[in-house]
């Protein structure tokens, strides 16, 4: 029998607080598109003097790494907040706010949540099922796209630990029925409180730059991935307008004043903020062509982000 798409699921687990540790129910991550889930053996080719031939004479396992990316439309924010650092769980709102390499999220001994991720294709009847769960995954890039006439879709690269591969029976997860957030739910505004109002597409995304912690300690698994310096950036494609375009170009890139810049994402069931101070333009491509509507296109980064998303679940913490 062929494994067929319509039946594969990509969901999460939370992690106890203890790096790579399992703990509570499957978990509805939004409405995955696409999901990969990419192992590395880094076979070692091993040759030497004295083979008498061209070719490989013997091999060597290196370290294992799993890399994973899953692309969705989102109905919640959680993943944001685990790339950016902790989050604070209010009543009908919660609250991300950056973590440094001082900081621990939440009771643990991470600078960031760690979750697992089971990516599972299903054929009816255990024992031929292809499930692979991998644990101690870590966001490594989160990246928010909203282009006009589209829905709102968000990257999550991750880094995980390790991974392991069953066949038995597909655990039941109901999907969540939150309407996903659509492009005309989403503004721009540099400075805050200036609506850039002829974007047609914006992007915002944070890097965490991950280092993988392989040692010499007898496994090929890594023992700890370490945050290294945090990167954020915005763009945004604009068709070119008198109202903003000479302050855009001349005042925030060529004189390179700095900014506080605000996106909002605001739903039928929920709301996002991003405020980003301390922001400086980096880049602005203003073509010439020989036809069309003019478009100016800009990319800024922000020093510092503060992040709010309002809606109805409780938690976006484990506990």
């Not at 703990?23 to 409405?31: A, E, K, M, N, P």
Request: aromatic share 12%; charged share 15%; net charge negative.
């Amino acid at each position: 029998m062929k494994y067929l798409s319509d039946q594969n699921r990509t969901c999460f687990q939370y992690e106890s607080g203890t790096y790579a540790n399992t703990s509570g129910t499957r978990q509805w991550i939004g409405l995955v598109q696409e999901h990969s889930l990419e192992p590395n053996t880094n076979v070692i080719q091993i040759r030497y003097q004295g083979s008498t031939d061209r070719n490989v004479d013997d091999f060597a396992d290196g370290n294992k790494e799993w890399d994973g990316n899953f692309t969705y439309y989102p109905q919640d924010w959680k993943f944001l907040g685990f790339a950016i650092g902790s989050i604070q769980d209010l009543t009908g709102s919660h609250i991300f706010t950056e973590t440094n390499t001082d900081d621990r999220v939440q009771a643990t001994n991470n600078q960031l949540y760690s979750f697992t991720v089971e990516d599972s294709k299903n054929l009816g009847t255990a024992g031929n099922n292809f499930i692979r769960t991998a644990i101690g995954c870590t966001v490594d890039n989160y990246t928010i796209n909203a282009t006009q006439g589209e829905l709102v879709s968000c990257d999550c690269s991750y880094v995980a630990q390790n991974a392991t591969m069953t066949s038995g029976a597909i655990v039941a997860l109901a999907p969540t029925t939150t309407k996903p957030y659509v492009f005309d739910n989403v503004k721009l505004s540099i400075p805050s409180g200036t609506l850039v109002g002829n974007a047609k597409d914006v992007s915002f995304s944070v890097n965490n730059n991950l280092e993988k912690g392989f040692y010499l300690n007898g496994s090929r698994t890594l023992s700890e991935v370490l945050p290294m310096n945090r990167d954020y950036e915005c763009s945004a494609t604009l068709d070119m307008d008198n109202a903003n375009a000479k302050t855009l170009y001349e005042s925030y890139y060529i004189a390179g004043s700095t900014f506080n810049s605000m996106m909002t994402i605001w739903g039928t069931a929920g709301s996002l903020t991003i405020v980003m101070s301390g922001c400086k333009m980096t880049d602005m491509p203003i073509p010439s062509p020989l036809e069309g509507t003019q478009e100016q296109s800009l990319t800024f980064v922000p020093k510092n982000v503060y992040v709010t998303a309002y809606d109805s679940i409780s938690k976006y913490n484990a506990w």
